[in-house]
Structure formats: C-alpha cells, structure tokens
C-alpha cells in the first residue's frame, strides 16, 4: 500500500460503506474513516462504525459530533416514527419519512474538508441507486454535481488536485454489494443497518433497512448474521 | 412581513453578512441566522453575530457547533499566525493561509438542511467577490454549481420546492457594501472583521481582514466605527 494515497471514507456502520471501504482497501487506500454523530436514533451504528474501521485496518477513524437533530425533520432523527413492514413497492415510492434533510451534502462536504488538509486523493461513499433507497442524494446526478462543487470550492480544486469523490458501488445491487463484500473477506457480523434498534442495540426486523438487508441477503444466498430481536 | 417567507441567513459577525441580512430584511423575509462555533480563534465574533441578528429582529438565532479544528489546515484554526501587515496587492494574490478548507460548502450544506426543515425559500450568503478576499468558496461560479447540487440533493429539490441560494452582494465593491448598510440603518459598532483579536476582544488592525475593513470604510467615506488596539 502507497502510504501516501489518501481516501476519507464516509462510514455509516451499515453494509454498503463497509464494502465501499474494503473495496477502496483492494484499491490500495489508506482510509480515513468519517462518521457522525447527528442526532441518529440509532447511534449503536458508531460502535459497528468504529470495528469496521478496526477490521478494515483503517489508518484513522473520526466520529464527527453533528448536532442535526438541532433541525430536525426526520424520523431517524427522532421527529416521528420509523415505518415498519412496508411492502416492496411501498419502500421503492417516494421519499421516505426516514430521509433526513441535506444530510449526504453535509457529509461530503466535511468529507471534502478533511480530505483536503489531508491532500487526500478521494473520497468515498458507498451510494448506490439500483435497490433505491429513494434518497435524493444517494443519486449520481447529485453526486456529479457535487463533485463539481468540491471543485469549485477548495484550494486543491483550482489548484487542479482533484478530490475525487468516488461510489465504488454505484452501479451495484444490494445483492451484488453482499456478495462482493463476502469475496473480500468482510465480516458482516460488525455491520448494523436498524434504523430503530431497542436499548440493547438489536435490530428491529421490519424497518425498510432491515427488509432490505433481509431480503438482499437472501438473494445473494448469504447467512445474515445479524441477531434481530 | 410575510411570516411564511423565511429565509436562512449565515451570520459570521461581520460587515458582509450583516449588509446582507439587512437587505434580506428589506426584500420581506423573516430571517433565522445560523452562525457557527467552528474552532476559530476570533469566536468573539460569535458575540458580535448575536448583537446583529436582534438589531435586525431576526426570528431566531442558532450558534451551530462545527468542530473543524479537528481537521486544522488554517491559520484562522491555530495551525499558524495570521498574516499581518500585507499590502493590497500581496491581498490580493492567491488564497490566504487564513483559507478554511470546505468552510462555504459545510455552512452552505447546514444551512440548505435547516432551511429544508423549516420550509424556507433562501439561503442567503454575504459572498462578494469585487474587493477580492481570494477564497475560492465566495465565487459566484461556487455558488451557481452549489444551487445545482442542493436541488438534486434535497427533498424540496425534486419536489421543485427551490431553495434559492442568494448572494445579494455578489456584485458589489466593499465600499459599496458598507454604504448600502449605512442606507439601510446597520449599526456597524455591532459588527466585527477581525481575524486575530486579543484577550480584551480587540480588532488587531494589521490582519487582511481589518485593512480590508478599513480601507472600505474610507473608501466610502463613513466612520469606522472600530476600536483598534
């Protein structure tokens, strides 16, 4: 690994940027790892965060103190309830009440913050639209825009030391992302996805990220080890 | 007023913002300020921000905690001494070490969320670029591809709800800035430029922040109202 080629990487806890990070591994990175506390009902996701980092043999990992549930406007966020056992079709329609106002664009831009005093070549996020979670700004036309704005913005932009934002699963199923994470040795027992976990941080079952776990899982023909309660 | 026609305003304490909100103020909004406590070393801005937003009866005044001094890379967070004593045309050339990296994407980034939540129609940002201060975050060419990405990445984005990104003082000189402010009633005693005050909270006079300010005052031919040490 070139010690000197830097990626941050947003890590949330969940499967995606685990694999977005072990991919970025195979890649020769060496990963910063960025979470945030904001308020998340399910803050038991830092802990995952925080041994995925270890696991990944990350060169750093930071937990970002984030006060959006100062706005609120979200369920995640505490301001209604997590919906339960919603339908396929129910999940793919719309925007859900779990998305949570500006928050990949607040990300990425702390993200690019970091990466720059680092003179970090990238940075990642394991975004990825074809099981759609109906997040706005999980999009490629979002992340495009954005990377031109990071460009704009920085030093290392008009300097043309580009901070490349990079979705190594952009183009990746939920199934495919399973499978190319179990390629890669990752252990998806450290992974907690649950937006709505009980007091002994075990995962409810039935919010939209377990069902798509679940069924992502079961597609890929992969135990999920995950203990729901 | 209208008091369904909100917008957000970022509040740093100085003239720009100020000028900006009391234009703001005069378009019809009701205005929520959000400054933040981000590990800069002349935070009795903070102070100066707070005195602004009840001169202006903002509807209210939010000091968001952004630790970006976990990151450092700037004089403005302690990583060096900030420049003293330049001449125009050393101001003039290149992005200062008083550069924060990120700073106009993660204020404008929160301020989209917040702006998201309460249902307002603007962000408004006292960037100018005339009386260049070399940061690259104050371009309109940032801000234009900042609009973009916010619409992709919001709720209110894809349900055309736009949230307008205002710079109302992009076009203007500083001197013009403060003679703007001057016709508008500003208290500029409540406002404070400097980037390297001391214990007392006394504007140093020699940073590129305060011979910007002084010079832009007798530019327009109004008292700096300023208390130099």
Redesign the interface.
């Known amino acids: 690994m070139n010690p000197n080629k830097k990626a941050v990487v947003l890590l949330s806890g969940g499967i995606d940027s685990a694999v977005a990070s072990a991919l970025a591994n195979k890649a020769g990175y060496n990963l910063f790892g960025l979470s945030f506390d904001y308020g998340q009902r399910h803050k038991v996701e830092l802990t995952a965060a925080k041994k995925i980092a270890d696991h990944l043999h990350f060169a750093r990992h930071?937990i970002?103190?984030?006060?959006?549930n100062?706005?609120?406007?979200s369920a995640l966020l505490g301001d209604s309830e997590v919906p339960k056992g919603r339908t396929d079709s129910e999940i793919q329609t719309g925007?859900p009440s779990t998305?949570?106002?500006?928050?990949?664009?607040?990300f990425?831009?702390?993200a690019?913050?970091?990466a720059?005093?680092l003179s970090a070549d990238a940075v990642i996020i394991g975004a990825h639209t074809i099981d759609y979670s109906g997040y706005?700004?999980c999009?490629p036309?979002?992340l495009d825009?954005?990377q031109?704005?990071?460009n704009?913005?920085?030093?290392a932009?008009?300097e043309q030391r580009l901070i490349r934002v990079w979705p190594p699963l952009i183009h990746l199923g939920k199934a495919e992302i399973i499978k190319t994470g179990s390629e890669l040795g990752l252990d998806f027992s450290l992974t907690f996805s649950c937006y709505d976990p009980d007091e002994q941080g075990r995962a409810c079952g039935l919010c939209d990220s377990c069902l798509i776990r679940k069924k992502a899982f079961q597609a890929a023909d992969i135990p999920d080890p995950t203990l729901y309660r």
């Open positions: 930071l970002f103190p984030l006060p959006l100062l706005f609120g406007g925007i998305y949570v106002p500006g928050r990949n664009l607040i990425l831009a702390i690019i913050a970091w720059e005093t706005p700004d999009r036309e979002f825009s954005f031109r704005s990071a704009l913005a920085t030093k932009g008009t």
